[in-house]
C-alpha cells in the first residue's frame, strides 16, 4: 500500500510539473524584419527585456502570470517589417494578472525600437543596435551596451543608461518624476546639454559647469559638447542626475 501511495504522489507532481511547464510560456513567435524596421513591445504589469543575441531574428516569449491570467490578451498587430506586441485587459477589470516579455534581437541589426515599455514593471534592454524609447510608468528602466540614439523615462523608478556608441543624427531625452538619472556616454559626445534636478544633487565629469539655482533646491547645468549636433536633456524632480563618460 505504502508503495503504490508513493507511486502516485510521485505521479501527481510529474503532471503538476508537465502542467506548469506547459502553461509557464504563453506566447512564443520569431520575427524576420530588415534593418531600420520597427519594434514596439509594451505590457500593462510585468517587465519587458530586450537583449541582444548573434542570430538573425527576432525571438519573443511572452508569460503570463496571476488567478485571472487567461483573462488576458496577447495581442499581435505586427505586420511588415514591424514587431508589434501588447497586452488588452478586459473592460472594467480589477484582474490579478501580469504579462512579462523577454525579447531577443540581432545584436548588429539596426532596428527603430519606437516603444519598449512597462506600465507597471521593469524595462530593461542590453547590447542593441538602433534608434531606442524606453518607458516605465511605475518600475525602472535599464539600458545598457547600446550603439545608437537613446531616450528613457520613469515616472516612478530610476533610469540607468549606458550608450557604447552614437550613431545617426537626433536628439536624446533622459527623465525620471521620482527617480535617479544616470547616463554614461562616449568620451567624444556631441551634443547641447541641459540638466537639471529640482530637488536633487546634479553631477557630470564633461566640461559643463554645475550651477545652483538661485531661488529654492535644486540644480542645473548647460553646455555645448564639439558642434552641438543633438541636443540632450537629462532631468528629475526628486532624484539625482548625472552625465559620465563610459
Known amino acids: 500500500m505504502k508503495r503504490i501511495l508513493a507511486v502516485l504522489a510521485v505521479t501527481v507532481l510529474f503532471l503538476v510539473a508537465g502542467a506548469e511547464k506547459s502553461i509557464a510560456q504563453d506566447f512564443q513567435k520569431t520575427y524576420s524584419i530588415s534593418s531600420g524596421g520597427q519594434v514596439r513591445i509594451a505590457t500593462v504589469s510585468g517587465d519587458v527585456a530586450?537583449?541582444?543575441?548573434?542570430?538573425?531574428?527576432?525571438?519573443?516569449?511572452?508569460?503570463?502570470?496571476?488567478?485571472?491570467?487567461?483573462?488576458?490578451?496577447?495581442?499581435d498587430a505586427s505586420a511588415g517589417d514591424r514587431v508589434d506586441l501588447r497586452v488588452r485587459y478586459p473592460e472594467s477589470c480589477n484582474c490579478d494578472?501580469?504579462?512579462?516579455?523577454?525579447?531577443?534581437?540581432?545584436?548588429?541589426?539596426?532596428?527603430?525600437?519606437?516603444?519598449?515599455?512597462?506600465?507597471?514593471?521593469?524595462?530593461?534592454?542590453?547590447?542593441?543596435?538602433?534608434?531606442?524609447?524606453?518607458?516605465?510608468?511605475?518600475?525602472?528602466?535599464?539600458?545598457?551596451?547600446?550603439?545608437?540614439?537613446?531616450?528613457a523615462s520613469a515616472v516612478s523608478g530610476n533610469v540607468t543608461v549606458e550608450i557604447r556608441s552614437l550613431e545617426g543624427a537626433g536628439d536624446m531625452k533622459f527623465s525620471a518624476v521620482s527617480g535617479?538619472?544616470?547616463?554614461?556616454?562616449?568620451?567624444?559626445?556631441?551634443?547641447?546639454?541641459?540638466?537639471?534636478?529640482?530637488?536633487?544633487?546634479?553631477?557630470?565629469?564633461?566640461?559643463i559647469e554645475v550651477q545652483e539655482r538661485r531661488y529654492g533646491p535644486g540644480?542645473?547645468?548647460?553646455?555645448?559638447?564639439?558642434?552641438?549636433?543633438?541636443?540632450?536633456?537629462?532631468?528629475?524632480?526628486?532624484?539625482?542626475v548625472s552625465l559620465t563618460r563610459m
Open 50 to 75: 530586450v537583449t541582444g543575441y548573434d542570430g538573425d531574428t527576432i525571438v519573443v516569449h511572452g508569460y503570463k502570470d496571476g488567478r485571472d491570467r487567461d483573462r488576458v490578451q496577447i495581442e
Open 97 to 151: 494578472a501580469s504579462v512579462r516579455f523577454e525579447v531577443r534581437v540581432p545584436r548588429a541589426v539596426n532596428y527603430n525600437f519606437e516603444r519598449i515599455a512597462s506600465v507597471s514593471g521593469n524595462v530593461q534592454v542590453e547590447n542593441i543596435t538602433g534608434r531606442l524609447k524606453a518607458e516605465a510608468v511605475s518600475g525602472n528602466v535599464g539600458v545598457r551596451d547600446v550603439s545608437g540614439l537613446v531616450s
Open 180 to 207: 535617479n538619472v544616470t547616463v554614461k556616454a562616449p568620451a567624444n559626445l556631441d551634443a547641447d546639454i541641459e540638466m537639471s534636478s529640482v530637488s536633487g544633487a546634479l553631477k557630470t565629469d564633461f566640461p
Open 219 to 240: 540644480q542645473s547645468a548647460r553646455g555645448r559638447l564639439g558642434a552641438g549636433s543633438r541636443n540632450l536633456r537629462i532631468s528629475s524632480v526628486s532624484g539625482r
